[in-house]
């Protein structure tokens, strides 16, 4: 490479060590020389930056420097370490003011309310161009409060084998591309769900209803037919554009009541349930002797009171509805990528490999623990052996926490580069197109190359996927953060109360400033001082451990006693004290 535009580019696809991408792209001392010089440059001209961990980053300019070569828009920047001051009187506001700050939108045009109301208004659900499959028992499965309901589900058993119908709401039948409604959420790029407060990627009225795959409405969808066997093999799959109506509307807790025999229900849907069950353990089963890596990422529930604070923090195990509906929805995705793989322009779900920092604290912390994570031939390590492992054991919530944060976010790809974490060659979102702009355009990919049979994709939709990839991950980043914040925040109101108040906490993580502390089942994290952990504080990184006066006193793992020290709500920070 001769220029910086080739050296972005090439970094774009990867962000790679500093020393291995000039081994891997240099074979002489020449090109060695003046690959080095090429990185100097790109440095000083602040278009890429090599981290405290020795990896090179592109950075905001270097991403608008090749955009603007290819004429492209400009991504939105995410916040990064915004000071963000809620109203500590007024607990109601928390999401409003935390998402304004994070630029993300609540209300909609009254120009876009109106277009919205005529596609409402206009709306005639018939079988022109679609297969009826109304006559097909079908139910969703969703939360409590959920409004917008994207997919339902029908599972049949033929002799020895499941018919699985996945049914995905088709968005895409009332939105135009370059639509002012498709331009408004191709800008806010997805739904944010901020614990009491929903910020719809459409306006209420499209995405509670008219797309929203309601009880005893005629809906459109997308549906997914497979055949499956007993070992999980996909003997055969199809997508069509169908008319379907759900028969009910179960909560996860209710569905959760039917499998467990606590509830009596109608025969057709006591055998759906346990149809879908059936489908459930046979696809867990068989991903989970797969390359999967399989965490029990139980959730930590927070309830609130009308005031909009937080009376209740509490760990919930995912129910087997649950576990239901994410293996059905995998299945969907995973084969729509599979057979959307040779097209160009496609966005795929990309999940890479751990962060290199934080991977070394987290093999750190399991040694502190006892354990070793086995090597595997092609150099890297059995993470999915080593959760098995652990699991059952007392430090299993946080070393597979921990090693959960080493994990990189996944994200956005115009090119399929696989996803680490389900182990899986090819994903992509499909499944979700109500509440997720990605989902969408791939739901007007599949229309065009599945269903039209279209040789290639249309070169308007191509360009509009290649444009929108990344500035689409960007917003999902910036939603997580945004629900991270109002947790934060959610936490600091619920510990206001309890200053002085001790409780056992495990150290997750540590530097020269001081140590994090999660306390035990609540997943609620407080930063205690180093001048409030002793004297003589020295922070050694290699060892992720504390000296107190040249004796270890700390390291990252250890559980602790710790008292709540002090609480600011308006930033959502919670100090502690040993």
Not at 64 to 78: F, S, V
Not at 358 to 386: S, V
Not at 399 to 410: A, G, K
Request: glycine share 4%; proline share 1%.
């Amino acid at each position: 490479m001769k220029t910086i535009e080739e050296l972005i580019r090439k970094l774009i696809k990867n962000q790679i060590d500093y020393n291995v991408f000039i081994k891997f792209n240099s074979k002489t001392v020449i090109e060695k020389t003046a690959l080095t010089n090429l990185i100097r440059k790109a440095i000083s001209e602040n278009y890429i930056q090599k981290t405290d961990n020795n990896l090179l980053k592109i950075t905001k300019e270097g991403r608008e420097y090749i955009n603007k070569l290819e004429g492209k828009e400009i991504a939105p920047k995410t916040i990064q370490n915004k000071k963000i001051s809620v109203n500590p009187q007024n607990a109601k506001l928390d999401s409003k003011i935390i998402a304004e700050a994070y630029n993300i939108k609540s209300d909609f045009s009254e120009e876009l309310l109106k277009i919205a109301n005529e596609i409402n208004n206009n709306a005639i659900f018939d079988c022109k161009d679609r297969i009826d499959l109304r006559e097909i028992k079908t139910i969703t499965i969703d939360g409590e409060t959920s409004k917008d309901l994207d997919d339902a589900i029908s599972v049949e058993k033929i002799e020895d084998k499941y018919k699985v119908y996945v049914h995905i709401s088709d968005v895409s039948h009332f939105i135009d591309i370059d639509s002012p409604l498709d331009l408004e959420a191709k800008s806010r790029g997805n739904s944010s769900y901020l614990i009491d407060k929903v910020y719809n990627m459409f306006p209420e009225i499209l995405s509670n209803n008219t797309m929203s795959l309601n009880e005893n409405e005629e809906r459109f969808a997308l549906t997914l037919i497979f055949i499956i066997d007993k070992e999980g093999n996909i003997l055969e799959s199809n997508i069509l554009k169908s008319l379907i109506k759900s028969d009910r509307r179960l909560s996860y807790n209710y569905a959760e009541d039917i499998i467990n025999k606590k509830v009596e229900e109608e025969n057709w849907l006591l055998e759906l349930i346990n149809n879908s069950l059936d489908v459930k353990n046979i696809l867990y089963k068989k991903r989970k002797e797969g390359r999967g890596i399989e965490f029990d990422n139980n959730d930590i529930k927070i309830v609130l009171n009308e005031e909009g604070i937080p009376i209740e923090f509490y760990r919930e195990e995912k129910k087997q509805s649950a576990h239901i509906i994410e293996e059905l929805m995998l299945l969907a995705n995973s084969e729509i990528a599979k057979k959307l793989k040779d097209y160009d322009g496609v966005i795929f779900r990309y999940h890479g490999l751990p962060d290199e920092y934080r991977f070394n604290n987290f093999k750190i912390l399991a040694h502190n623990k006892g354990y070793e994570l086995k090597k595997l031939e092609n150099g890297g390590y059995d993470i999915k052996e080593f959760i098995e492992r652990v699991k059952g054991k007392a430090e299993e919530n946080l070393l597979t926490s921990v090693l959960l944060r080493s994990m990189t976010p996944s994200s956005y790809s115009i090119v399929n580069k696989s996803h680490f974490g389900l182990g899986l060659d090819y994903y992509t979102y499909f499944t979700s197109p109500i509440r997720r702009y990605a989902d969408l355009l791939i739901h007007r990919i599949v229309k065009s190359v599945l269903i039209n049979k279209d040789k290639e994709i249309d070169l308007k939709l191509k360009d509009l996927c290649k444009d929108s990839f990344d500035k689409l991950s960007i917003l999902d980043k910036t939603s997580n953060k945004a629900e991270r914040n109002v947790r934060q925040v959610k936490a600091a109101r619920f510990m206001k109360d309890r200053l002085g108040d001790e409780y056992f906490g495990i150290i997750s993580s540590m530097s020269k400033y001081g140590i994090t502390v999660e306390i035990e089942g609540l997943e609620i994290e407080g930063f205690i001082e180093s001048h409030y952990v002793g004297s003589d504080y020295r922070f050694y990184q290699d060892m992720q451990c504390v000296f107190i006066e040249k004796v270890k006193a700390y390291e990252l793992g250890d559980r602790v006693k710790i008292f709540v020290a002090s609480v600011n709500v308006e930033n959502g920070k919670i100090n502690f004290s040993l």
